[in-house]
């Protein structure tokens, strides 16, 4: 198993937020090589250990939609790691939705024991924080009815019981988050006109089941290591708007949880909140902040704004071969198009500007295959030996333009990429710092 970093800044957290402080923690939540390597880049600015985090659609045993297992996820951030001179012993690795979902349409004993198995893996990979979700429905499962919360908390329970199991043959304590009120990962479907915040009863309730859950089958040091829960804070994006973090709305559950000893309320689908939201809900106690496609929203932007900005430059140098990028990525998208035609409608036209632009992001899902790859080294390439002028680089990439006048990144495109992905990390960063005297103030008011 590859050594990374111990739960212990995640207790320090859980801790700091106890007695008063407004300190938190981002989840980077991404497969990708660029953005993890920029949230590398921002963690060694910040002196900070670093939350990266796999769902299990994304990795398992059997390698998910990135093809691989959980021991070869923690092989490829080490490598990063190595890459970005980000020492090993400060990435802490994170299992998020960590359940049968990828499974859901088995029979649960089926979908439950490969979750079973899910979890081991993730644990015995060097995982120090599980999400366990088992949320979902399975194949013999009414369709009909909500799943029972006493059911999803009993299935919780034997995942958390693998997931021991596991800690033990590899001299590992991990930490838990537990909780039913999760977005379906990859994000949601539909729009939503109306977005609740979870109430302060059904968040208490969804503890103390699973509190009685956990203990009825003998997980009493287990539980003690429950760090958080996911509620709905009100927070969410679907293709085309962004649910604000309403402070107002979710403060009678921000009282509820600081009653509650040892645990903090994790925040799923907070992409594209505003910083000063972000603020305001580590404030609030949403101490632990997932993010993933906003990232990678980012990654896409700076892309497409090196490959706009390439066919105006290319217009000049007839003899360089232009990437196409935003057209090979289209094409692979529409010839494989498993990963985002249930989350989109409309006529063609409205297809092609979602598959592009839309905030939900399943463009991401694109970016391995290797057509798109080659793109990608293609347009690095020219823009490498070739970098682009200023007057484009403005026109297409304003920022970037202003770091490279000032002298704080060169003009090369993969340090633009990582700059530009770097822009939405930093929001995070500075939500999740610790500020005491401004958590005191602004909940004052």
């Not at 609030?284 to 902040?289: E, G, N, P, V, Y």
Request: hydrophobic share 40%; charged share 20%; with cysteine.
């Amino acid at each position: 198993m590859l050594r990374f970093a111990s739960p212990d800044s995640l207790h320090a957290m859980v801790a700091a937020q106890k007695h008063g402080a407004a300190k938190g923690v981002y989840a980077i939540c991404s497969a990708s090589p660029f953005v993890i390597e920029a949230a590398m880049q921002q963690a060694l600015s910040e002196g900070s250990d670093l939350l990266i985090e796999s769902t299990c659609n994304q990795v398992n045993q059997f390698g998910g939609y990135t093809g691989m297992t959980p021991a070869d996820f923690a092989a490829f951030i080490a490598r990063i790691a190595r890459s970005a001179s980000f020492p090993p012993g400060r990435v802490i690795l994170g299992g998020d939705h960590l359940g049968p979902y990828p499974w859901r349409t088995e029979p649960s004993g089926q979908a439950l024991e490969k979750a079973r198995q899910t979890v081991s893996d993730y644990v015995e990979a060097g995982y120090v924080k599980i999400h366990l979700d088992a949320s979902m429905h399975c194949a013999d499962d009414d369709p009909d009815r909500p799943l029972e919360p006493q059911l999803s908390a009993a299935r919780a329970a034997e995942l958390c019981l693998a997931a021991e199991q596991a800690a033990s043959r590899a001299g590992i304590q991990p930490l838990y988050v537990v909780g039913t009120e999760v977005p379906a990962p990859g994000g949601v479907v539909a729009d939503h006109n109306v977005l609740q915040a979870t109430s302060p009863a059904e968040a208490g309730r969804t503890l103390d089941l699973f509190q009685q859950t956990f203990l009825r089958r003998n997980l009493q040091s287990a539980w003690s290591r429950v760090i958080g829960l996911v509620v709905q804070p009100g927070v969410e994006f679907t293709n085309d708007f962004v649910h604000t973090y309403n402070r107002s709305q979710a403060r009678p559950l921000s009282h509820m949880i600081e009653a509650v000893p040892g645990i903090v309320f994790e925040a799923h689908s907070t992409d594209y909140q505003r910083k000063e939201h972000l603020r305001q809900m580590v404030e609030d106690h949403f101490a632990i902040l997932k993010v993933g496609p906003a990232l990678t929203f980012a990654l896409r932007e700076a892309l497409f704004g090196l490959a706009h900005a390439e066919e105006e430059w290319l217009t000049t140098k007839p003899e360089l071969t232009p990437s196409n990028l935003i057209k090979v990525t289209d094409e692979a998208m529409v010839q494989d198009p498993k990963h985002w035609a249930g989350y989109f409608t409309g006529s063609e036209g409205e297809l092609a500007l979602a598959r592009k632009y839309s905030f939900s992001d399943r463009i991401r899902y694109y970016w391995p295959k290797p057509a798109v790859q080659h793109a990608v080294g293609v347009l690095i390439a020219n823009l490498t030996e070739h970098p682009l002028p200023m007057s484009l680089l403005k026109q297409f990439l304003p920022t970037g333009f202003e770091h490279i006048r000032d002298g704080k990144i060169s003009n090369q495109p993969v340090h633009i990429v990582w700059h530009h992905i770097r822009e939405t990390i930093r929001d995070y960063a500075e939500a999740c710092s610790d500020s005491t005297t401004e958590m005191r103030a602004s909940r004052s008011h």
